[in-house]
């Protein structure tokens, strides 16, 4: 049912703009933790997970985390 839903309301570009404002979040001035939880919440909502490896997404996430 739920799939069903998304299908007739949810545009078919809404997960692919999602995913492209994931890969442009990147840690700049927030702290690391503050990085984490808004790079989580778009994993969750893009439903990423199933689509990338978890080592992609690890290594994108990575790139976009300032280490000192």
């Known amino acids: 049912m739920k799939d069903e839903l ?6 078919s570009y809404y997960y692919n ?4 404002k994931w890969r442009r979040i990147t840690q700049g001035n ?3 933790m503050e990085y984490v ?3 989580d ?7 990423i997970i199933g689509i990338e490896s ?6 994108e996430f990575r790139a976009r ?4």
Do not use: M, W
């Open 65 to 68: 985390l300032i280490v000192d």
């Open 41 to 47: 919440e778009f994993l969750t909502r893009c439903n």
């Open 6 to 11: 998304k299908g007739k309301y949810v545009p």
């Open 54 to 59: 978890d080592i992609q997404v690890f290594f």
């Open 17 to 20: 703009h999602l995913l492209d």
């Open 30 to 32: 927030k702290f690391a």
């Open 37 to 39: 939880t808004e790079s």
